[in-house]
Every structure is written in C-alpha cells, then in structure tokens.
C-alpha cells in the first residue's frame, strides 16, 4: 500500500525556519518525482516544490523562490522542505505527492500543519 | 503562469442530479488536465486525468470532457458521497502546474 507520511509541522514565528520531512513506504520512491503542495486556511491548492526522481533537479513556485529548499533522500525515502524567511502567507496545510508517468499526483499524505505567527 | 478558472464556485444540488463542472485555462493545455475532489480535513484525491482518462477505482458516474482551453467534469448522478469541492488541475509540460479555485459542491 502507497503510504506517504508528513511530519514537522508546527508554530514558528515569522522569519523562522522549519523543515518538513514526507516519509514514503508502498512503492520505489527512487522512481517518482515528488511534489509540495500547499493549502492556505480555508483557501485553495497551491504547487509550492517539484523535485525530480534522482533528486538532480528542483522547481519553485515564485512564491517561495530562495526561500525553501526541496531534497530527497533515495536512500531514507524520504523527501524534505526546508523553509525559511516564513511569512504569515506561507500558513497552511502542506501535503507531499507523488508524481506518475508525468501526470498529475496519484498519491499525497494526509497533510502538516505551518503555523506562522508571533 | 497558466491560470484556470472554475465554474460555479458554489452548486447546489440534490441527489440523483446530474452536475457539470467548468474549467477554463488561460492558454491551451492540450489535454494536460487532472480533476480532484477534495473532502474538509483530507488530501485531494485524484478522479480524471488526461482530461478523460478515469483514475483506477474511481466510480464511473464521474467522467472529463474538453481539450485545449476548455474542460469539464461531469457527475452523472450525484451521491452522498460526492459533497465535496473539486479542483481542475493543469499540467502542461514546461509550465508551472496550476489549480483552479475550486467548486464546492452542496446539498440543496
């Protein structure tokens, strides 16, 4: 069974730092690219981080250019967001997915919580 | 970016209706569009792909139409089960993926 799994989450205080990790289980994560997606309050869906298979090459909405860092780790399955320089506009729900065939996401986790606030 | 629209942003409707959703893109997309559905406290979930194509496991009485700027999804009859908001979703190669804004669907 595909399982992805969001940690990390939580309150930080704008212009703080926080990573967030997506722990993959159920298929050969070292085959699919990955996605950030992000879900403001009460708002709609946002692709904030792309990051291909080998981990080789990341993309970036505008929004969070120079700011986050999208990783892997083939090894770990694993998948990471750092975030920097928080905003008040970056709170929300922030989901992993996995890209198949260069489709849209087949699969996300359940979601982790940013906060940002003082 | 390609920008998508949605329309309604809001439907009312009972069971057993037959629903049509609309999404428009701001430029052609061929047929790079994905519908989701979407439930309070859970993560989208994947029905249509490739404009059409109907992810596995995903009930029959959804189905996508539409090519180039114009797409829509359709519920053939609405169940229980199929309150929710729903969001196209463009993934032209070479531009950056975008969602619409979302429709909701409730109970009349």
């Known amino acids: 069974e595909v399982q992805l799994v969001e940690s990390g989450g939580g309150l930080v205080q704008p212009g703080g730092s926080l990573r967030l990790s997506c722990a993959a289980s159920g298929f050969t994560f070292s085959s699919h690219p990955m996605h950030w997606v992000r879900q403001a309050p009460g708002k709609g869906l946002e692709y904030v981080s792309a990051i291909t298979s080998d981990g080789g090459s990341a993309y970036y909405a505008n929004s969070v250019q120079g700011r986050f860092t999208i990783s892997r780790d083939n090894s770990k399955n694993t998948l990471y967001l750092q975030m920097g320089s928080l905003r008040a506009e970056d709170m929300a729900v922030y989901y992993c997915?996995?890209?198949?065939?260069?489709?849209?996401?087949?699969?996300w986790g359940q979601g982790t919580l940013v906060t940002v606030s003082s | 970016d390609i920008q998508m629209t949605q329309s309604p942003s809001t439907l009312s409707a009972s069971v057993g209706d037959r629903v049509t959703i609309t999404c428009r893109a701001s430029?052609?997309?061929?047929?790079?569009l994905a519908w989701y559905q979407q439930k309070p406290g859970k993560a989208p979930k994947l029905l249509i792909y490739?404009?059409?194509s109907l992810q596995s496991g995903v009930p029959s009485r959804f189905s996508g139409s539409g090519s180039g700027t114009e797409f829509t999804l359709t519920i053939s009859s609405l169940q229980p089960d199929d309150f929710a908001t729903y969001y196209c979703q463009q993934y032209n190669t070479h531009s950056w993926w975008t969602f619409g804004q979302g429709t909701k669907v409730e109970i009349k």
């Open positions: 997915a996995r890209e198949v065939n260069s489709g849209p996401p087949d699969y």
């Open positions: 490739k404009a059409s």
């Open positions: 430029q052609s997309i061929s047929s790079w």
